[in-house]
């Protein structure tokens, strides 16, 4: 990621994507956020997207081609199935596909599918954990985004998004994010 570089996320107004929405347009990048409603695609503007396109639109992605029409650089997924089919055909020629959730579902493509991607030089990932800070070019990955994060949060340019229960309310915090209602990492307090 860098100045030149477009990166594509989708849950863009999760816990992980606030923050890949932040570290993306502080590494210079430019920032498509997609998210699931007008609520999530403001939060994602906020949080510093050029562009945030709601994925639970008709033609969501005929919008993302109208202001980015060289496709993305690296698509960071976390939503997998019908979305991510569709992301993937947003991404530039050598773009990369790095999966580090599956909230809708597993993606599966067919072989041609599959095919069609090589062709077109595109590479994708499963980066979950430690494995994900590698992708994103940390060398040693604990160690490095432990320094970059806490250097970037007392910075003020990256802020976690969290939402708050009591644990008397788990019951409630799990409704709202079975119903997609949350925004940011959901915290069950004592």
């Given at each position: 990621?860098?100045?030149?570089?477009?990166?594509l996320?989708?849950a863009a107004?999760?816990g992980?994507?606030t923050?890949?929405v932040?570290?993306?347009k502080n590494a210079g990048?430019?920032?498509?956020?997609?998210?699931?409603g007008?609520?999530?695609?403001?939060l994602a503007?906020?949080?510093?997207a050029?562009?945030?396109v709601?994925?639970t639109?008709?033609?969501?992605?005929?919008?993302?081609?109208?202001h980015?029409?060289?496709?993305?650089?690296?698509?960071?997924?976390s939503v997998?199935?019908a979305?991510?089919?569709?992301?993937?055909?947003?991404?530039?020629?050598?773009?990369?596909?790095?999966?580090?959730?599956w909230?809708?579902?597993?993606?599966?493509?067919?072989?041609?599918?599959?095919?069609?991607l090589?062709?077109r030089g595109?590479?994708?990932q499963?980066?979950?954990?430690?494995?994900?800070?590698?992708?994103?070019?940390a060398p040693?990955p604990l160690?490095?985004?432990?320094?970059?994060?806490?250097?970037?949060?007392?910075?003020?340019?990256?802020r976690?998004?969290?939402?708050r229960?009591?644990?008397?309310?788990?019951?409630?915090?799990h409704r709202?994010l079975e119903t997609?209602?949350?925004?940011?990492?959901?915290?069950?307090?004592?």
């Open positions: 990621l860098g100045p030149g570089s477009t990166a996320i989708t107004a999760g992980i994507g923050l890949l932040q570290y993306a990048a430019t920032v498509v956020a997609l998210a699931g007008p609520a999530k695609c403001a503007t906020a949080n510093g050029d562009l945030a709601d994925y639109t008709a033609d969501w992605a005929g919008t993302v081609r109208a980015h029409p060289d496709g993305g650089t690296v698509l960071f997924d997998g199935a979305t991510a089919r569709t992301a993937l055909g947003l991404l530039a020629p050598g773009g990369r596909h790095l999966v580090h959730g909230s809708g579902g597993p993606l599966t493509l067919t072989d041609a599918e599959r095919a069609a090589a062709a595109i590479t994708s499963v980066v979950l954990g430690p494995a994900m800070l590698e992708a994103v070019g040693d160690r490095v985004l432990e320094t970059r994060a806490l250097a970037e949060a007392a910075a003020g340019r990256l976690p998004a969290v939402r229960f009591p644990l008397a309310e788990a019951a409630a915090a709202s997609r209602a949350t925004t940011g990492k959901v915290v069950l307090e004592p």
